[in-house]
């Protein structure tokens, strides 16, 4: 018997796993279901260090199956300086910005492109803000699929580098990421192609619940009281807190319903934090995003609406934050803790300061602030934040002159 089926988000009905992402009576999205058995702590303690040693919690049948290329377990940092900063006395930084091609999509794109392989299709893909472009394209190369990206044009080109160089097919697209991704749907579908975070995306989700598996168990199976998380479709947001469920389910952690989910966008794209501040309970999209966190620049949120929800189950909060914001706290991040994150983690960390000058988090919370993509991705526009070194004489009084 299969572990796993299809559960419809909205009227619940249920479906045997296929390859399919869409409750056909009410066009709800669908989630894996799994039929857990209990597994304790101890069990962990001898398993490969990355986001596979959570099998179980892990949509694919056959272990044969996976194509891993090593991410996941990525550092959990106890951000004790940056903490003091702040006020914090247990501020956490979950550091996804050193997995394999350098940033949390690895995680989703991972388990969507082993459950390709599982379902025997013979080409895979995605749409992409930047990140996923190269999550997909190198998880596709070692699985031995073609791989066919479809992004805005204007994401940076150190993304653009690292996808091609992982041999995808990658189509810029004259748009906005909500362009690119209507055409990656109607090719996808067409073609037969598994188009990761589209018709794989029941599938996809599940890897990035493994950011909440690793948070729990990074700090001794116990419930952070605040998990600052950057938000663009929404997806990741939901699977971590349907990680957490899932921990509670299996009795892995306690109570998980007092922690506060607090959502992060930038300015120039947050429909999230409009929809939120305006108490709506639908998200109205933003035509032309425009922002230096282009990894976020989603106008329709595909999951914004399920993003809403888990901020009223957990107390949440949602906050934006501007350019100058952003880089401000990227070197923040840098010149504390020694992490270099691009905008999207800039993003978590400006929030998280302000949540805290608004007096929603206490000095003795302890506090999970996911930073999901690594600096050096997006140089151009963390550069625009620094001064670019001036060029010295190869003469040692000159250069002794600015050394005090
Ligand atoms: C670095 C980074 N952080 C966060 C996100 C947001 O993830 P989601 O679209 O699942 O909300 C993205 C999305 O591309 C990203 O690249
Ligand atoms: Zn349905």
């Given at each position: 018997m299969s572990r796993t089926s299809l559960q419809c988000r909205e009227c619940k009905k249920e479906y045997e796993t296929a390859f399919k992402y869409i409750c056909e009576d009410c066009f709800g999205p669908l989630d894996v279901k799994y039929n857990f058995s209990r597994v304790s702590k101890e069990a962990f303690s001898n398993r490969e260090h990355n986001y596979w040693r959570y099998f179980e919690f892990l949509p694919i049948e056959d272990k044969s199956n996976i194509v891993s290329i090593g991410a996941g377990m990525t550092p959990l940092i106890k951000a004790d300086k940056l903490g003091k900063k702040l006020g914090l006395k247990n501020l956490y930084i979950k550091n996804d910005s050193v997995n394999p091609t350098f940033s949390f999509k690895d995680r989703p794109a991972g388990v969507a492109i082993s459950k390709a392989k599982e379902f025997g299709l013979s080409a895979v893909g995605c749409a992409s803000t930047g990140n996923l472009a190269s999550a997909t394209a190198a998880h596709a190369a070692k699985g031995g699929f073609p791989c066919h990206i479809f992004a805005p044009s204007d994401i940076e080109m150190a993304k653009i580098t690292q996808a091609l160089s992982y041999g995808?097919?990658?189509?810029?697209?004259?748009?906005?990421?909500?362009?690119?991704?209507?055409?990656?749907?109607?090719?996808?579908?067409?073609?037969?192609?598994?188009?990761?975070?589209?018709?794989?995306?029941?599938?996809?989700?599940?890897?990035?619940?493994?950011?909440?598996?690793?948070?729990?168990?990074?700090?001794?199976?116990?419930?952070?009281?605040?998990?600052?998380?950057?938000?663009?479709?929404?997806?990741?947001?939901?699977?971590?807190?349907?990680?957490?469920?899932?921990?509670?389910?299996?009795?892995?952690?306690?109570?998980?319903?007092?922690?506060?989910?607090?959502?992060?966008?930038?300015?120039?794209?947050?429909?999230?934090?409009?929809?939120?501040?305006?108490?709506?309970?639908?998200?109205?999209?933003?035509?032309?995003?425009?922002?230096?966190?282009?990894?976020?620049?989603?106008?329709?949120?595909?999951?914004?609406?399920?993003?809403?929800?888990?901020?009223?189950?957990?107390?949440?909060?949602?906050?934006?934050?501007?350019?100058?914001?952003?880089?401000?706290?990227?070197?923040?991040?840098?010149?504390?803790?020694?992490?270099?994150?691009?905008?999207?983690?800039?993003?978590s960390i400006s929030v998280l300061q302000k949540m805290v000058e608004q007096g929603k988090i206490d000095t003795n919370d302890k506090v999970v602030c996911y930073v999901t993509g690594n600096g050096l991705k997006a140089t151009e526009s963390i550069m625009e934040g620094l001064q670019k070194p001036k060029v010295l004489k190869a003469n040692v009084a000159e250069v002794s002159a600015v050394v005090n």
């Open positions: 995808a097919n990658y189509i810029a697209v004259d748009g906005t990421y909500d362009d690119a991704n209507r055409i990656a749907a109607q090719i996808g579908d067409s073609k037969g192609i598994g188009i990761v975070n589209i018709n794989m995306r029941s599938h996809y989700v599940e890897g990035s619940k493994t950011l909440a598996f690793e948070v729990a168990e990074q700090l001794d199976w116990q419930v952070p009281d605040q998990l600052i998380v950057p938000v663009g479709s929404g997806a990741m947001l939901n699977a971590i807190c349907k990680g957490f469920e899932e921990l509670q389910t299996v009795s892995l952690l306690g109570n998980v319903t007092n922690m506060h989910m607090i959502a992060a966008q930038p300015h120039g794209c947050a429909p999230i934090v409009d929809a939120f501040k305006k108490k709506s309970k639908d998200v109205t999209p933003v035509e032309n995003p425009d922002t230096i966190a282009k990894s976020l620049a989603i106008g329709d949120p595909g999951d914004g609406r399920y993003v809403l929800k888990r901020l009223q189950q957990y107390n949440g909060f949602a906050e934006e934050c501007n350019n100058e914001e952003i880089l401000d706290a990227i070197l923040l991040l840098a010149q504390t803790e020694g992490i270099f994150t691009e905008p999207a983690g800039g993003v």
